[in-house]
T-cell receptor
Framework: DTEVTQTPKHLVMGMTNKKSLKCEQHMGHRAMYWYKQKAKKPPELMFV???????INESVPSRFSPECPNSSLLNLHLHALQPEDSALYLC?????????????FGPGTRLTVT | RKEVEQDPGPFNVPEGATVAFNCTYSNSASQSFFWYRQDCRKEPKLLMSVYSSGNEDGRFTAQLNRASQYISLLIRDSKLSDSATYLC??????????FGQGTELSVKP
């Protein structure tokens, strides 16, 4: 079973709103990731958690705030976003960070900022 | 130069055709290589990891040439359901996945 789930599937928010994206996996994976994907572009890494600790932040603006409450859950808190932040936000997980472990993606949350 | 470069698309092929995608990577220290497919408005799905010895999964064959820093994916007997964007992915020394821009495949009846 290589399932990663994400909620919500779609989200529309105003620039003054605060919202959260949620990701869950029950594969016992110890590494979890947030990616952002714009149309016709490949996914761009935002954050990596390994053993519930933030190990990579790809210079993401502070209006995006990740949280890993436990080894199965990953949240992305959103505040004061801009219209250009509209994109598909993908969560992924892997058994461990790094080689040779494969990453599995969730279905994504399609975010529109108005 | 991009870290991972792929054939520009789109590839438009008839059902039953054989199609090959090529990819080059710039970092000779890369250790792991993958092909993902992504359907329109869906998430990337792992198609296969790529090993130095080459590997095959049904109609799909992946090859890696470390000396030339080149990865390929061959699809035989194309099906309509193979229509998707194929992403060449390389993991760098920091453990980060580096994605190519993707090659769009359209299989026509």
């Amino acid at each position: 079973d290589t399932e990663v789930t994400q909620t919500p599937k779609h989200l529309v928010m105003g620039m003054t709103n605060k919202k959260s994206l949620k990701c869950e996996q029950h594969m016992g994976h110890r590494a979890m990731y947030w990616y952002k994907q714009k149309a016709k572009k490949p996914p761009e890494l935002m954050f990596v958690y390994s053993y519930e600790k933030l190990s990579i932040n790809e210079s993401v603006p502070s209006r995006f705030s990740p949280e890993c409450p436990n080894s199965s859950l990953l949240n992305l808190h959103l505040h004061a976003l801009q219209p250009e932040d509209s994109a598909l936000y993908l969560c992924a997980s892997s058994q461990e960070r790094g080689d040779p472990y494969e990453q599995y993606f969730g279905p994504g949350t399609r975010l529109t900022v108005t | 130069r991009k870290e991972v470069e792929q054939d520009p698309g789109p590839f438009n092929v008839p059902e039953g055709a054989t199609v090959a995608f090529n990819c080059t990577y710039s970092n000779s220290a890369s250790q792991s290589f993958f092909w993902y497919r992504q359907d329109c408005r869906k998430e990337p799905k792992l198609l296969m990891s790529v090993y130095s010895s080459g590997n095959e999964d049904g109609r799909f064959t992946a090859q890696l040439n470390r000396a030339s820093q080149y990865i390929s994916l061959l699809i035989r007997d194309s099906k309509l359901s193979d229509s998707a964007t194929y992403l060449c992915v390389v993991r760098n020394q920091g453990g980060k996945l580096i994605f190519g821009q993707g090659t769009e495949l359209s299989v026509k009846p």
